[in-house]
């Protein structure tokens, strides 16, 4: 292969993953041989070391890729704001949907919201205002939960004791329609709504 | 004598440009008047279009059928405002024409899978826990009735559609049988019970298709005027 | 500040967060100017375009970094999911429409298409291949805008490469004012949110 072509698949694939990756697997992923990929990182991280803003990390076999810690001071000010900027209104909503439904899936927020929540979530999740977990049922997919440290801020031990939680716990969809929750699965059940499990591994 | 195709159609629009393709016609307002028979029949026979739309088909349907009385009458003076609709209707039907061919090209990049991809966002970077000041417990219930109250209701739709699609073939026989007992009457007092505009419509259709069965005879005697709606002789 | 730098800051920047980020978002985080991201974003994508395995991807003044959709094969095999997925000839059209003439109010979607299109528009939302603002003009209604998520499935870096963007992002001459907006009133006199056609078709 051409070794240009390459280095463009390998750093491609480098991104996306994100994480560190064995040396054998990239040669699998790229197509090509051990020798040939080795070569390819040898060129990308000297294209980064000409200051740019990421970087290579290799750790006896495997690879990931990273970003300049020469910038470390500018992505602590973007996590920063990540963490302390106001919370949207959507975020907000998010929230107390977990909080009176949850353990929930994201395909179910969604449902009732009837919007994509997957940035919303993540927000959430940097805060440490949700917890996630490994769905025992479904694998591909997290279950949500309100974290305890903010039910603590709000002063309650359990979620049982949210206002009116007894009510608004309970799947009567208010209108009096229960369709909208049976439509709603029609759309969401396809895997497609799980794309990327990558951006849920994170965090 | 019009088998298009199989698929169901979604909208009018979709429909009315299908016929017009079909024999390879421009969209002027005479071709238009050209396929609007074809167009009723398809609503008539609530053949392959999607019955939650009827609506929207109905409303196609009133246009064309202003377009082909024009076009058998050229002496009919149509308002301001029905012109604007005949002309309208052309518009429109241009304009969808270009989405949707261009949806078509949207559909096979989109097969391509010439896909970029995003990374997970930050990875690697431990949640702080930073809670949101000032806001309570209450303030939680507040919004969570916010999103319950905001849920679509599926059922009140469901209801109109249902009420719909028994419509043109129920008014036909409703009108055929208030016609046997009284002979004669005429359309204001047809369409007097009328809930909204579609009714009227759907009333107006079941008219013309009964002129064409010749089950009935039909007379306005000045523009504007009622018309008169009553049985054939001899039959 | 020294542009390679601020080159260099934004990448860190835009591959750590990996989700799309607002110029004055990015200004801040960066400590420059927004003219200063912007040309430190032009040269970013200047220098990815040279064949390298990452793209910037713009919708107006929101940044993405994403890989070179070229490299999707290989790239592919790694994320595993995207199960190939058919939209419908609905979806597609109401996707284009909002593509193109985005930021739209459903109405003005649904006056192009001469039908309902709140069920679609909601598979999509939840899809994610559309977004969803207040419409600051009238506060009932929404505005739809194409997503980063459509843009990427379609391996594109703005709406404006789309095919024929140039012709279509206009409206047809009419006559006299547009007047779709007034015919569209019969379509849509329910309130936005209710109004979902009851068929389950899926996207």
Chains 1, 3 share one sequence.
């Not at chain 1, 009116?164 to 497609?192: F, H, R, Y």
């Not at chain 2, 999607?50 to 009458?73: C, G, M, P, Q, Y």
């Not at chain 2, 028994?166 to 055929?176: H, K």
Request: a negative charge.
């Amino acid at each position: 292969m051409d070794p240009e072509k390459l280095k463009s698949i390998i750093e491609s694939i480098l991104f996306v993953s994100g994480e560190p990756l064995a040396l054998i697997k990239l040669a699998k992923v790229a197509d090509a041989t051990e020798a040939e990929v080795e070569a390819a990182i040898s060129g990308l991280a000297e294209d980064y070391a000409k200051g740019r803003g990421l970087r290579i990390i290799k750790i006896k076999d495997t690879i990931q890729m990273a970003s300049n810690p020469d910038n470390a001071e500018f992505v602590g000010e973007l996590v920063k704001s990540e963490i302390q900027e106001n919370l949207s209104q959507a975020a907000l909503e998010v929230l107390s949907i977990v909080a009176y439904r949850g353990p929930i899936t994201r395909a179910e927020i969604e449902a009732i919201r009837g919007v994509n929540c997957s940035f919303t979530l993540r927000a959430l999740l940097i805060r440490g205002l949700l917890d996630r977990t490994e769905n025992i049922k479904d694998n591909r997919r997290y279950l949500y939960n309100i974290s305890f440290d903010f039910l603590k801020k709000l002063g309650m031990d359990s979620v049982e004791k949210l206002p009116d939680w007894e009510t608004l716990n309970k799947k009567i969809e208010e209108g009096g329609a229960s369709a909208p929750e049976k439509q709603i699965e029609s759309i969401t059940e396809t895997p497609e709504n799980e794309k990327l499990p990558a951006n849920e591994e994170s965090l | 004598m019009y088998q298009v195709k199989l698929d169901k159609f979604e909208g009018p629009l979709e429909l009315l440009l299908e016929l017009i393709e079909k024999e390879k016609l421009s969209i002027t307002e005479l071709n238009l008047a050209h396929v609007a028979d074809q167009y009723l029949e398809h609503i008539k026979d609530n053949k392959n279009i999607h019955l939650e739309n009827l609506a929207d088909f109905l409303s196609v349907a009133a246009k064309l059928i202003l377009i082909k009385s024009r076009a058998l009458l050229p002496i009919l003076k149509f308002s301001d405002e029905e012109e604007e609709e005949i002309e309208e209707l052309a518009h429109q039907l241009a304009e969808y024409k270009r989405f949707k061919e261009i949806s078509a090209k949207i559909g096979k990049l989109a097969i391509a899978q010439q896909v970029s991809y995003s990374k997970a966002p930050y990875q690697g970077i431990r949640s702080v826990f930073y809670p949101p000041e000032g806001i309570n417990a209450y303030d939680l219930k507040n919004y969570f009735q916010k999103v319950l109250s905001e849920i679509p209701v599926a059922s009140v739709l469901q209801e109109e559609i249902v009420g719909e699609i028994v419509t043109l073939e129920e008014r036909i026989s409703d009108l055929e049988i208030a016609l046997r007992n009284k002979l004669e009457t005429c359309f204001s007092e047809l369409v007097a019970q009328a809930k909204d505009k579609i009714d009227v419509i759907v009333s107006f259709l079941a008219m013309l298709e009964m002129v064409k069965q010749r089950i009935i005879h039909v007379e306005q005697k000045e523009l504007f005027h009622d018309i008169k709606l009553s049985m054939r002789s001899g039959e």
